[in-house]
Every structure is written in C-alpha cells, then in structure tokens.
C-alpha cells in the first residue's frame, strides 16, 4: 500500500471491498473492488438496483459500517489521507464537516423526539464551534437557503410537523452546514414525489455549481443520473460493470445490463405502445463473481466465456467495461 | 386509435364505445377529524376523494396518476368499497354498487378484485401460494372446476406449477406481484383495480410486471383501473389517464393527446418534473418547477385546488371560483379557468417557476465569500 495518494482528485475510492461475515455462515462480498475518482465541481453517478453494493460503498467511504462482522480492504483516499485508515477522532472530524451525506429516507435520518433546530445547530456546534445565538442565526440561513420557508418557526418544530419534502432539504441543510467538500447523496429522492423531486435535484445541481463541491449521486433512477451527473458508473452485484461519461453511456449502452435496464424502463417521451424489453430473472439470479460473469445468468449477450473466469473491467469502446460480449452500436438490446 | 400505423402497438379500445363498465359520478370520501375527551365531536373533514367522476369502457384501462395524498388510492378504494363513500353513486355494469348489501355486495365482489402495491405485504407469509389462490374460490363458495385451476393460474402470469407449494418468502419481489396477481385473476373478475402494481419492484423487473399485465388483459378481456404515482408507467399502459391533485381530477385525457398537448398547469409541472433517461433531452427540457408542497386536504384551497402553487395563477377567478371539468377537445376534459389562454400562448408563467436546464451548461461565475452568511435562496422562492 502506498502513503500518498495516487491521484489529484479530490476523493479517489481504489479497490475497495466489504466482506460481511457471520459465523457459520458463507461471507457476503456486498463490495467486491469498487474504484472511481470524484473531483471538484463534478456529480459522478452510481446506479444500480437493490443488491448492488452502491450503499454499502458509500457507507463504507464514511466508515459508518459497523466495526464487528464486517472486513472492509482498499483506498480511500480524500485530501491526502486514507480514510479507511484513519484514527476515529480524526474521521469524526471529517466526517459532517469535509464529507457529508445525505440519506434516503428523511424519516427515518431525523431523531423524532428532538426538535429540527437542535439537530441542524448540533453540526454547527461540533464542527464550527458556533454557540446559542449566533448557531441559531446560521441555522436559519441554511434552512432558508435550502429553500425552507419560515424557518425560525420550522427550527422549533419537531420532525413529523415537517412535510417529506421539508425534511429531505432539512436533511440536506444539515449536509450543507460546514460547506462540504463531497457530498454523499444515497437515494435521496427515491421516497420523494416527482415535483420535490425536481426541486430537491434542482437545489443539488445549484450546489454543486455554486460551491464547486463534488457530488456522489446514488440512485437506482436512470432519469435522475441522466440530468445530473457527469461520469456515471454503473453498479451490478457488488462490481462496477460500466462506467462512462452520461452522454456515451445512455447514446450507446455497451454493458448488457445497461442496455437491459434502458430497454426495460418505460419512458414518458417513448411512443405509446412502444414495447418494453425486460431483463428476465431478477437481480438475486446472481452467478457469483469467481465463477464468471454474475450477470451471464440474465444476460441474452451470454457466450462460453461468461460462466467460465469473470471478466475484468478494461478499457474499451471509450469507456471501462467489465464484459466478454459488449453490445455493439445498432444492436437491439436482446429480449 | 392508432393501432394501425405500427404492427407493435397493442389493438386498443373503442375509447368512444358506450358500453361503460364502471361509471363514478360525484364520488366523496370525506374522512372525519374528531376531538374532545369525553364528548367527541368532529371538527373537520379530511377531503381525500371530493366530487370525482370517472367512466371506465369495458376493456380498456383507466390510468390514475397524482402525488401522494392526492386521492387516487382512497378513490380505487371507494370504488370497491373497500372504504364508504360519503358521498356519489358507483355503478358497475348498471348497478349501483352502494345500495348493494351483505350477501349481493359479496356476489358483486367476486366480479372486481384488487391488486395491491408491496406484495410481500399483502400475501400471507404463513399461507402457501396453493392456498393463497384456493382462498377466493372457498370464500365464494366455488366448486372445483367452476374457475381455473391453480396450475392454470400459475401459467397464465409464468410461474412454473412447483410454485403451489411453497411460501410467499421463498420468492423474489417480482415473482410475488406475479402471485398477488394470479389471486386477483382467481374468480375471474371483469374489473381489476391495481394500485400501484409496480412501484415497490426492482426497475428490470417492472416492465415484466407491466408486460404481463398487458398480456393478460389482452388473453382474459379484463378492464383495468391503474393507479400509479409514475406518469411514464401509466401513460404506457393505460388508454385514458386522469391526473388527480388534491382529491379531485383535473385532467383527463386519451394517453397520447395528454402527453401531446397536456392543458392543466399541474399536468405541464408533473410531466416536466418526470426525469426522462436521457441526457440530450435532459440538458435542453425546460422544466416547471412546483414551490411548496401539497396543501393539506383537511384545509383545501379556496377556488381552485391548485392555485397556491400554479405557476399560471391570475389574479381573478384562480381564487374564488373551483373550476369544473371542461371538454375542450374531444376526449379531453380540464378544469381549469384559463386553459385556452395558456394553450394560446397568451398567459405566460411567472419566470421563476421555469428552469432552463440549458442555462446550466454555461455556469454563472460565483464567487461565495468565505465567513459570510449566504443570502441566495436556492430552492423555490419562501413564502408560497
């Protein structure tokens, strides 16, 4: 293992792997050698469906996994220092101030029985050593600047008096008190309706520009990483399968999967009627990686290659692509 | 329809056929607010279904889509009965289903059934699949052989005849919704009232789900009403889409005009709201964007429900005036005011509802002065 970083980006996860182990049980590789860079100013997407590992990693990357039956091995590297390495006190400076996360379900993120004020002002006080008056003044701000209305009386409200949408950019404001320099974000619109979808999505995107901080988007929504990220990676069976560019990746899908999820999604701008092409099985089919590709089981691009070694993520068609059979331009996407 | 023009397309519907199988007229589901300790009296209302009407021809399907607390589960619910209307007639193939009692509302039941959103939640865990799909037939008193067998059902939503024997968690998330189906197809039903039959699956598995149900209606005749928060799933699948804000319709449309030329502002907001997986028409969409929330239906909006949040509100009429449904072109109602004025182009919307997500390749320089609290607001303008 090397001491410095190997790159300039601001967060650079290398290999990094979650193994969950139980006794008397088979390990569970929910992670198994995830890279990708996120650099300032830049939203990077990891889409997959449940079962994939993308909030695992992003758990792993604020070293918010439990310390006992869990094995976490790689990189990640932000700022300098390894964050994998890193002693808990340090890490818990880090973390709330310098990497930030937002969660999916707001309900659940919020403590129920302490009023939203005390929650936001308690980042302000740890991190900013802010106190009474002057923490209150900024909490204020954020909740404003998040787009709350009203907010010197939403502070002293509890968080079942606040709409879903209100909590997430609650949420959100206390992600943003410390002006973070990454910000995680996993699923956090997937329990919203489409309108404060588009309003919360709409703030992350100001965020980002305004602020030149750089955003980790998990979603399983292709729409939403379409409009919003710059490098997509996309996420099956605890590997990244492809990774590209949004524009490459949705203009040609190479990955099976990829082409798989795109087909199967009915789209609102796609002539009525069109048919859909679903990915037969479902995402617990899963071949696992030592035996070859854990797609091959649902993949209609399978050939003799995929169930014998798994294949490795490499270079090609301008993009990585950890596939033996990649789709190829004008091809149907296999039914 | 344009079922002509290309082979893929599915026939679709007389939409103009009078052969209605399910008429709603007036339909109220008002939900009492009560308070007090020792005398309790009701203080409110909750409006969850508030004068909807609603015609479902035989064979077709019905779309409902809106956000949540709009009304759309509580109005397939009133439908069934499953909750008392307070109000409006429900009439299913010419009878009326609220004057129906005891064992003529059982008899009626078997001819609509339902199929629910999580199906883990909704089957039994301690019941087999066998069982699961008996229990129609034994509560209505069937004989073997008066409907379809249980490997028959198990084929028709591609389940192999294996599957009778074993327990709802040794399936995965799709593979129930097929079961949750199979059970609503057990009596054969003429009606079938989905609720949200898809949005609780994996993204590869919802267009099998949906693909099926297509299938099925295709095979077996059935009409559907489609409840659904997800506008690209029910424009997909269904014929005639009502959008519903705040316990009432305010638009309905065949699928393909309405996602055409929608007129309703609220119709307009969702569908530019819809993320669409592509990012060449991500990045040049202009898109509306909603301020706030949902108003509270226990305390509706005077005049029309929609106004606090319209990005098109006028100062007369919006606010004092609820606007009924009007036909506007054939098949298409809206209740709006002001519809043919937006559709002209001669309303415009306030500019700070719209986003032009092309804008946002050219990023404005900002420079955030450290130590200084920030004033911009981000999100939509306070207040609303």
Known sequence: MSDAQPTSALLDVRDLEVVFTRKDRRDVRAVDGVSFTVDRGETVGLVGESGSGKSVTSLAIMSLLPDRGVRVGGQVWFDGDDLLTLPKDRMRDIRGQDIAMVFQDPMSSLNPVVPIGIQVTEVLTRHQGLKGEEAKHAAADLLTRVGIPDPNRRLKEYPHQLSGGMRQRALIAMALACRPRVLIADEPTTALDVTIQAQILELLKELVRDSDAALVMITHDLGVIAGLCDAVHVMYAGRVVESAGRRELFAEPRHPYTGGLLASVPRLDAPRGAPLHPIPGSPTDIRPWAQGCAFSPRCGNRIDPCTESPPALEEALGRSLRCYNPLMADEEVPA | ?384
């Open chain 2, 1 to 384: 329809m344009s079922a002509t023009a290309d082979p893929t397309t599915r026939a679709r519907p007389d939409l103009a056929s009078t052969d209605v199988l399910l008429s709603v007229r007036g339909l109220e589901v008002h939900y009492p607010i009560r308070s007090g300790i020792v005398f309790e009296r009701q203080i409110g209302s909750v409006k969850a279904v508030d004068g909807v009407d609603l015609d479902v021809p035989r064979g077709s399907t019905i779309g409902l889509v809106g956000e949540s607390g709009c009304g759309k589960t509580t109005l397939g619910r009133a439908v069934l009965r499953l909750v008392e209307p307070t109000g409006g007639t429900v009439s299913f193939d010419g009878i009326d289903v609220h004057t129906l009692e005891g064992e003529d509302l059982r008899r009626m039941r078997r001819r609509m059934q339902m199929i629910f959103q999580d199906p883990m939640a909704s089957l039994d865990p301690r019941q087999s699949i066998e069982s699961v799909l008996t229990e129609p037939r034994r509560a209505h008193g069937i004989e073997v052989g008066g409907t379809r067998t249980v490997p028959e059902l198990l084929d028709l939503v591609g389940l192999p005849s294996s599957a009778a024997w074993r327990y709802p968690h040794e399936f995965s998330g799709g593979q129930r919704q097929r079961i949750g189906i199979a059970r609503a197809i057990a009596l054969e039903p003429d009606l079938i009232i989905a609720d949200e039959p898809v949005s609780a699956l994996d993204v590869s598995i919802q267009a099998q789900v949906v693909n099926l149900l297509e299938e099925l209606q295709d095979r077996l005749g059935l009409t559907y009403v489609v409840i659904a928060h997800d506008l690209a799933v029910v424009r997909h699948i269904a014929d005639v889409v009502a959008v519903m804000y705040l316990g009432g319709i305010v638009e309905q449309a065949p699928s393909d005009t309405l996602y055409a030329q929608p007129f309703h502002p609220y119709t307009k907001a969702l569908m530019s709201a819809v993320p669409i997986p592509d990012p060449v028409i991500e990045d040049t969409r202009v898109r509306i964007l909603l301020p706030g929330d949902i108003p509270s239906a226990a305390n509706p909006p005077r005049g029309c429900r929609f106004h606090t949040r319209c990005p098109y509100r006028q100062p007369t009429r919006c606010d004092d005036e609820r606007p009924a449904l009007r036909e506007l072109a054939p098949g298409h109602t809206v209740a709006c005011h002001w519809a043919e004025d937006i559709a002209a182009g001669s309303i415009a919307p306030q500019a700070e509802a719209i986003v032009d997500a092309a804008v946002d390749e050219q990023p404005p320089e900002f420079v955030p002065v450290p130590g200084e609290p920030e004033t911009t607001t981000l999100g939509p303008p306070p207040g609303i």
